[in-house]
């Protein structure tokens, strides 16, 4: 091969890498001129919460599939990285999200994402004794589960809109404000119909056996006794021992009940042990407590869960 040739070549490779870069460059600067600003939310149920609020301000991305566990989901190498460039993280906070908190810490240390801790926020519980129907090892540690009282999601949704104000840019402040009063129209109302709905259980059937520690602030706000808990823990990753599963026999006896309450997207087996633990005379009612499901799947969105829950609630402790 000749120079003269062997010249034009790499003239012509050089052209050819130029007009790469540039066409790449031009691309890319318009993809980020068109990019919307991005909140990352963990958990689907505060996700429903953020979209209500947000509306058509920005993007909102959900971490935490339907059906799926807040205690044990965790993230795609795709899924973390969207948090490192989200302009804000709300997550729950308070030990829910075990194998996702790291990452958000991570977020916000590397990248400066702005964070919110949402349970934080709201006025936390704290659980129980055992004696008084709370999770022993965990007494006094904070309660990660506040959705279960609508007044705090109420608090919770105002502050949600505060941080997006303050650190979405580019969002219009009026349609953030006009969506949240909105929606705490709706949850005020959603409060009003549960107390009403609650109000018809004669009062020596406010007792709630769960599948975990999960309607402690439901139980707290509207005037239910916890009698206990088949899984002893507030996470879902705890197992109970035979113990265990004996002094809530007991408890439950003492008590009168006889309807435990497990969450629909986990396994019913345990509650179907207690149930053979009593004789078979327990009700085993299922829940939405810690995940929405798909639309159109029974707790689509926070609203429809709650109203789910209260219904299923409510027959479930004045059946006969």
């Keep these: ?70 205690h044990s989901f965790g993230l795609s190498a795709v899924q973390a990285a969207e948090l490192e460039n989200a302009d804000l993280i709300v997550y729950n906070g308070l030990g829910l999200e075990e194998n996702v908190l790291r990452h958000v810490e991570a977020a916000a240390r590397a990248s400066g994402v702005a964070t919110f801790a949402v349970g934080e926020a709201a006025d936390p519980l704290t659980f129980h004794t055992g004696e008084e129907g709370g999770p022993d090892d965990e007494a006094g540690e904070p309660d990660p589960h506040f959705w279960t009282d609508p007044d705090r999601v109420r608090k919770a949704a105002g502050l949600i809109a505060d941080q997006v104000v303050e650190h979405v840019d580019g969002v219009n402040e009026k349609a953030v404000r006009d969506n949240a009063a909105h929606y705490d129209g709706q949850l005020a109302d959603l409060t009003t119909w549960m107390e009403e709905s609650f109000a018809t259980i004669p009062e020596g059937r406010r007792a709630l056996v769960t599948n975990h520690h999960v309607f402690g602030y439901l139980a707290d706000r509207f005037g239910f006794r916890v009698i206990g808990a088949v899984v002893p823990s507030g996470t879902t990753l705890a197992s109970p021992s035979s113990s265990d599963l004996r002094s809530l026999t007991r408890a439950m006896e003492k008590a009168e009940v006889r309807t435990v309450f497990a969450d629909s997207s986990q396994p019913t ?30 707790a689509g969105t926070y609203l429809d869960m709650m109203r789910a829950n209260t219904s299923a609630m409510t027959d479930g402790l004045t059946g006969d």
Excluded: H, W
């Design 1 to 70: 091969m000749s120079v003269r040739v062997g010249a034009a070549r790499v003239r012509a490779l050089l052209l050819s890498l130029v007009t790469f870069f540039v066409v790449a460059g031009t691309a890319t600067g318009c993809s980020g001129g068109d990019e919307r600003p991005g909140v990352v939310v963990t958990t689907n149920i505060l996700g429903d919460i953020t979209r209500e609020i947000v509306g058509d301000e920005a993007d909102v991305s959900v971490l935490m599939k339907p059906n799926a566990d807040p």
């Design 269 to 298: 087996r345990l509650a179907e042990v207690l149930r053979q633990e009593m004789g078979g005379d327990v009700d085993v009612v299922p829940l939405y407590s810690e995940s929405l499901t798909e639309k159109g799947k029974g």
